[in-house]
Structure formats: C-alpha cells, structure tokens
C-alpha cells in the first residue's frame, strides 16, 4: 500500500508505473509516532523527475546517421559509372580460365551502374527530403528550428548536418514541440514510413515501388 498526493494505491509488486513514471519501492517510510509508541503515520518521501534529454539527444543524433548512411548508399547506386557494358556475363569457357577472385571482381564489374540515373530511386530520395522538411500539422518548429539542416557541401549530395549545441537547446526548453515533431499520426516518424513503405514494402498485395520493380 503506497500513498501519492495524497491518493493511496494497492500494488502486488513494489515496482509499478502511475502516469507515465516507472517508480521502484525499495523500503518503508519512517513511521511516525504518538507518545504510547503507536505509528500515527508515515514520513514523507519527496521525488522529483526530469527528462532524460541525453537520451533524446542521443537517439536523433543516431537517427540522423544511419538516414546519412542511407543516403550515401543509393546516391552511390544512382551516381556510379555504368561499366556493366563493359563486362558481358562469362561464358563456362572463361571462367574455366579464371580464379575465383577474378570472377568476383568481373562480376562486380557486370553489375556496377545498373541503377544509374534510376528514376524511381531519385523520387524515393526527394520523397525522402520532403517529408523532412515539412511542418507537422500539431507542431509549431520544423527541423531546421532545431539545429537540423541540409548540409551546404555539394558533394553530400541532401545529407543532414547537426548543430548538436542548438539541438540539446531545443531539447532542453522545447521538449514537447520536439516531441510532436517526430511523433504522432503527422510527425516525421509517420511521413518517412509512408515514404519508405511506398519504395520499399514487402507485400504481395501492396508491393513497395522497388519491390514490385524487383519482383
């Protein structure tokens, strides 16, 4: 039997949440006492919470990386010489005159540029920026409010760069407007699933652009 506020509450284990905040009892409060001896009551005990704003801080940051690797992969698929011309599939003949370590590398060789200028793959990654720049409809800040923008070098070709001081900022002042921003039925966890289910969902019945290509 526990009392928050002022409300008591009757819990089978001493670890259980109430409103949102995971509590662990590990031991009874100080009793109080009357002149005979008997308890009267109980000392209080005061807790106090806050935001694990390094965790937030922490999982963007990741969030923000792996899209990078992303992005860095297929502008790598749709940028890369197409030499696959060049190298015409081997015969039985020639690979019987081959090492194994030749045959890989001729084999790479036959694939590289298969996707090069792909349309579908260049609509996915400008699907992809749209999404991330758009405003949610419950939030009042977008990306760039928050330290988060498209970096300035060319050559990144739309990977995203962090103002890591403007972020803990807006994590430490902003939270709940953060929050709506990624999550929630219009935040930017929904949109990007939209984007990535509509180029790459497996499903027989509602097959992901690149999936369907693919077969």
Excluded: C
């Excluded at 109980?42 to 106090?48: D, F």
């Excluded at 990654?125 to 988060?148: D, E, H, K, P, V």
């Amino acid at each position: 039997l526990v009392s928050i506020n002022g409300t008591e509450f009757s819990r089978s284990s001493n670890t259980f949440s109430v409103e949102g905040v995971t509590l662990q009892l590990t031991e009874v409060s100080e009793a109080k006492y009357d002149s005979t001896g008997a308890i009267t009551g109980y000392h209080e005990t005061t807790v106090s919470t806050e935001r694990d704003t390094e965790s937030v801080f922490n999982t963007i940051k990741s969030f923000v990386e792996e899209y990078n690797k992303m992005i860095e992969k297929l502008n790598g698929y749709v940028n890369a010489k197409a030499t696959y011309r060049e190298y015409a599939p081997l015969t039985d003949a020639q690979r019987d005159e081959m090492t194994e370590n030749q045959i890989e590398k001729w084999e790479e060789k036959s694939k590289q540029g298969l996707l090069h200028g792909d349309s579908t793959i260049r609509n996915f990654l400008q699907n992809m920026r749209s999404a991330l720049y758009s405003r949610s409809a419950t939030s009042s800040i977008a990306l760039y409010n928050i330290g988060i923008e498209t970096s300035s070098n060319m050559d990144d070709k739309g990977k995203l760069v962090i103002d890591e001081e403007k972020l803990k900022e807006a994590l430490a002042t902003n939270m709940e407007e953060v929050e709506k921003l990624f999550v929630g039925e219009n935040g930017l966890s929904s949109k990007l699933t939209k984007v990535m289910d509509g180029a790459a969902k497996v499903s027989a019945a509602t097959p992901g652009e690149l999936v369907r290509i693919a077969g």
